[in-house]
């Protein structure tokens, strides 16, 4: 029997040597890890912090091969080693690596060792569930704003379109130069993005201000617009036709009309005021009366100041014609070649009624046109204008011994004229002249061009 019982014996040691060996060889290690932190717990009841911190970064020395559970406990009783030691962010530091790998660890049966330390460690605590559980976000966008417009959310002023707001009740408010404020709410919800086109209304526009300069007037002028005294220069007016007088000492009176656009501002000035060559002159002659300069003033044609200012006067012009005549007349119509003569009384700056006479000429025919028109000039003072002009004439006609002539016919036209020297002006037009004969059954239609000169003569 004792053989058998020897035996056994051996048995049984070769089996715990087996299991020995099955079992992993950081399992010691575990043990050492587990030794060493309820070693340092030791210290730290018995008040020795130092001891137990120094016992602690054994324990969580990665060759210890310590398990996440016994990491966490490591670190808490080293958390709390800082707190005694006074080192507050050591431990602060230290209670996040804790948390870290294993959030929902409870050390209420720690209190005891630090006054301070369930304090700190549930405020580590939620600054962690925070950082770990980012607060829900939803997204906002606004889209067709003005590039000038301004948006606020919830009165903060976003320089971006596109932004992340917490889920809820939001205000917006837009404001752009021409629009009027807009505001409105919108609710978002976490993870959904919205999408707002705000719908922007116009204010009315206010039309531009109507306004008349009148610049480079002497020192001691006296300004009158519409016979209202000016002290300033530069006022609104109405749209329209105003009368500008100006009376300056050492100068002839001025007056002129100028004509101001709805929603513009003219610039003038009165540069051909003449200067007077004596007092005595100055004192016989009152505001806006016409006084005319005795030799031409530099800058400007002598004749524009004389339409400025209204005389009665004359001119005399000739032009280079051109007709083009009806299809009705001599075979087809054609083209005639001639001259005309003619002569104006100016009745006033705008107004002045011509007398004129044009003969001209195609293959055999000869073609003959007294006439009578009245013209309107709309810029007198300056020295290029339009002009436009309607009137009577009859069209005499002549070929190979036969004659005819219009029972009657008018024309109108419009042109300009530009003065190239103090009283000599360049004219071009063109009118369209409507003829009745009595030999043709339909009305002839011609139209007429002529480019020439004119001349100021008998102003006064």
Known sequence: MKPLKWLGRLLLVGLLTLVAGLVPRHATAQSAAAALTLAARGQLDSLNADSATTLLVKALDPRTGATATERVRALVLLGVCELIADRSAEARSVFQQ?????????VDSLAFL??????????????????????????????????????????????IRTLGVTPG??????????????????ITEAGISVVMTPALT??????????????????????????????????????????????AQGYEPFRDSVLVLAGTTLVTSPNQ???????????STQVGEAVHP???????????????????????AATFCLWRLDRQLFLGGGTALGVQLAFAYDASAHLGLWLGAMIGS?????????????????????????YVLSGVHILYDSWSGTHIMSQYGVHLGIGFRTFVSDRVALRFDV????????????????????????????RR
């Open 169 to 186: 009740l939001h205000r917006l408010q837009v404001d752009a130069p021409g629009f009027e404020s807009y505001r409105d709410s919108v």
């Open 362 to 386: 195609y293959s055999s025919i000869t073609v003959l046109e007294p006439n009578l028109s009245l013209a309107y000039t709309l810029a007198p003072s300056r020295p290029t204008s339009l």
């Open 202 to 247: 116009r204010l009315p526009q206010k039309p531009p201000p109507t306004v008349l300069v009148i610049e480079r007037l002497p020192a001691n002028a006296q300004l009158k617009v519409d016979g209202a005294l000016w002290t300033e220069r530069r006022q609104e007016v109405t749209p329209g036709l105003h009368r500008i007088d100006i009376l």
């Open 273 to 283: 005021m003449i200067g007077r060559a004596t007092q005595a002159r100055l004192g």
């Open 98 to 106: 804790a948390l870290s790998l294993d959030p929902t660890i409870r």
């Open 431 to 458: 009118r369209e002249e409507f003829d009745r004969y009595a030999a043709l059954s339909n009305a002839a239609f011609n139209t007429l061009f002529g480019a020439g000169v004119s001349v100021a003569i008998g």
């Open 294 to 316: 005795s030799q031409p003033v530099q800058g400007l044609p002598a004749a524009t100041v004389h339409l400025a200012n209204g005389p009665r006067g004359a001119q005399f």
């Open 114 to 159: 630090h006054s301070s330390f369930l304090s700190i460690f549930d405020a580590e605590r939620g600054s962690f569930v925070r950082a770990e559980r980012p607060a829900p976000v939803a997204h906002l966008e606004v889209r067709g704003l003005p590039d000038s417009a301004q948006l606020r959310v919830d009165g903060v002023l976003w320089n």
